[in-house]
């Protein structure tokens, strides 16, 4: 197996109020198809409770940076209690979604991953080595890539849930 170095752990992002789901997805969607990065996995778990629905999405993004280096990332997304709920936006009702959201990402650098150098300890020997002493800085390089894409992913998310700020529940707003 390749060497994986995790360099952003559990980045995290919450989020309580009123969102609309749908966009979301579509704006992580949309990132994925205009970034670098190929869909990896993916996971999707639900389950309604007596407060509302409970959501979880994994995926796997990962790109080649070069023929022995890949990153890729882990990003989970949590949803608790979802419930439709109805908004005034500029003296019209609509009715969007109301709940907890939190969201972690996790990047990682993979050298060797196509494991050329992991058929013998010496060799596994070699590539640390090399990985840690010889390729430090280009090493580093990639890790700050990887730290880079991922507080860009985190800082689109931000944006997005603070554009619904300003929104409240109907029932809550003055007339």
């Given at each position: 197996m390749g060497e994986v170095t995790h360099t952003v752990d559990h980045l995290k992002l919450e989020y309580k109020g009123v969102f609309s789901s749908r966009e979301m997805f579509a704006m992580f969607t949309r990132w994925l198809k205009e970034s670098p990065y190929e869909k990896g996995g993916d996971y999707v778990s639900e389950q309604n409770t007596?407060?509302?629905?409970?959501?979880?999405?994994m995926y796997w993004p990962w790109k080649k940076q070069t023929e022995k280096i890949r990153h890729f990332m882990k990003i989970r997304i949590l949803?608790?209690?979802?419930?439709?709920?109805?908004?005034m936006v500029k003296g019209k009702k609509k009715q969007m979604d109301h709940g907890r959201v939190l969201i972690y990402l996790d990047g990682f650098v993979e050298h060797d991953y196509e494991h050329t150098w992991a058929h013998k300890p010496l060799l596994q020997f070699i590539r640390t080595l090399q990985i840690k002493y010889v390729y430090s800085r280009y090493t580093k390089y990639h890790e700050k890539v990887m730290i880079d894409d991922c507080h860009h992913l985190y800082d689109m998310f931000e944006r997005f849930f603070n554009m619904y700020n300003s929104y409240r529940r109907a029932k809550d707003t003055p007339y």
């Open positions: 007596s407060h509302g629905k409970c959501i979880e999405y949803i608790y209690d979802l419930k439709k709920v109805d908004i």
